[in-house]
């Protein structure tokens, strides 16, 4: 069932042809080294957003990229900030150089791997740090030594500044990445906070999946004459996930999940549960039926959640079951399969949910348990996402010994 027929494999190539032809990195304006690292990591050509916005941040140019996790926003500003450190590194120590605020552990570092994956070789050297609450701040606060680029949660940000363990007042370059999610978190007056204290002629990067009052009000104070970029990215998406639904009553979802698991030898999967004791109970079920599982959610530590992610993403975990927690911003290589054990509430919830899969050149499948409570607000889902899902019953499936 993963496997894509051919004709969609067709379609899916000449639709990526149609929409990823570009000019090359080699004309945006990086160094030797950067193309060499670009090609290492297998970017063939810059996405839409990295071709608009690489050329503007190299001129020091003020951005407002609306754009998903997906899009390829993140080397889109990480190329052209490691390109103007170059040879403008603060010699001042904990004065960091760049700034990238963003809501979630989870984004801060990934955000900083991308820094260092493409600096490592650099001419220069740019020392880059992720930080973020929930672990102890004090190693944090010795490895701020010698830092140039600083990835942070703004809480955390904050509590550093308050102990001089970093300044900010030689700051050249301010990203705020997830814009939206950082303000529905509830960051606004940190945010503020910290704007408070950059110096005042500086570079401001702002990328946002929607442009909400909120968002557009931050970007009327911050940004001087952007470059806007627009890109539609998850729904575009959509269209490289094949999704499907199966009628299921709520007692049978669990050998129908095992069923779907073991049946097509599923080797990734990453299933949504809608609260913190669902995700427990549908991970430890898995297990106790030999596939291995592990929950993620906001009653897990920082460490178990960092572990969890990062054996799932290198193929180590078959199945992580998560909360919402890390529905949004969290980019899974060459996901296969996302399964929705439970609905989400919002139609926005179950696009970022099942756009985990699909993204970039990497089609994935997407599959939905819909209960008999559930199939009038998965009809409102489909409607507001414009496509229909085919349906399955899984009453006509031999469940037996599942
Ligand atoms: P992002 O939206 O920044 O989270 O990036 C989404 C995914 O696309 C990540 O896995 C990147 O490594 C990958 N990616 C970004 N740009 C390119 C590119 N030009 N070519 C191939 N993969 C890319």
């Known amino acids: 069932m993963v496997q894509l027929s051919l004709l969609s494999s067709i379609f899916i190539s000449v639709y990526l042809q149609a929409k990823f032809i570009h000019m090359p990195f080699s004309h945006l304006g990086l160094s030797p080294s950067l193309l060499k690292a670009l090609a290492e990591q297998k970017y063939l050509q810059p996405y839409p957003i990295q071709e608009q916005a690489i050329p503007a941040i190299l001129n020091k140019k003020d951005v407002l990229g609306i754009a998903q996790t997906g899009s390829g926003k993140t080397a889109g500003y990480v190329l052209p900030i490691l390109m103007n450190l170059q040879g403008n590194t603060s010699t001042k120590n904990r004065h960091v150089n760049v700034l990238v605020l963003v809501p979630t552990r989870e984004l801060a570092m990934q955000v900083r791997e991308v820094f260092h994956v493409f600096g490592r070789d650099l001419l220069q050297r740019v020392k880059s740090l992720a930080v973020f609450g929930g672990v102890s701040i004090n190693p944090q606060?010795?490895?701020?030594?010698?830092v140039n680029v600083l990835v942070a949660t703004p809480g955390r940000l904050l509590e550093l500044v308050e102990s001089n363990a970093v300044h900010l007042s030689n700051i050249d370059t301010l990203v705020l990445d997830e814009a939206d999610k950082m303000l529905n978190l509830g960051f606004k007056e940190e945010m503020n906070r910290i704007f408070a204290l950059l110096p005042k002629k500086r570079q401001n990067l702002l990328f946002s999946a929607t442009l909400s009052e909120d968002v557009n009000n931050i970007q009327g104070i911050l940004l001087r004459q952007p470059l806007v970029i627009k890109i539609e990215a998850e729904e575009n998406n959509i269209d490289l996930i094949s999704q499907l639904?199966?009628?299921?009553?709520?007692?049978?979802k669990g050998p129908l999940l095992r069923y779907?698991?073991?049946?097509?030898?599923?080797?990734?999967?990453?299933?949504f549960a809608s609260s913190v004791y669902k995700a427990d109970n549908v991970a430890d079920k898995l297990r106790k039926n030999g596939i291995d599982a592990t929950a993620m959610h906001?009653?897990?530590?920082?460490?178990?959640?960092t572990e969890a992610l990062s054996r799932f993403k290198s193929g180590k975990l078959r199945v992580l079951v998560a909360t919402d927690l890390i529905s949004r911003g969290i980019d899974i290589?060459?996901?296969?399969?996302?399964?929705?054990y439970e609905l989400p509430r919002s139609p926005k919830d179950y696009v970022h949910r099942i756009g985990r899969?699909?993204?970039?050149?990497?089609?994935?499948?997407?599959i939905s348990f819909v209960t008999p409570e559930d199939q009038?607000?998965?009809?409102?889902?489909?409607?507001?996402?414009g496509k229909w899902v085919t349906m399955i019953d899984s009453e006509g499936i031999d469940l037996q010994g599942y």
């Open 141 to 146: 606060m010795m490895a701020l030594q010698g």
């Open 245 to 252: 639904g199966y009628f299921v009553s709520e007692e049978k």
């Open 260 to 271: 779907l698991i073991k049946r097509n030898a599923l080797k990734q999967v990453l299933i």
């Open 298 to 305: 906001s009653k897990k530590s920082q460490e178990a959640r």
């Open 333 to 340: 290589k060459f996901l296969p399969c996302v399964i929705n």
């Open 357 to 366: 899969t699909g993204r970039a050149e990497s089609p994935g499948e997407a």
């Open 376 to 385: 009038h607000h998965f009809k409102v889902i489909q409607k507001k996402m």
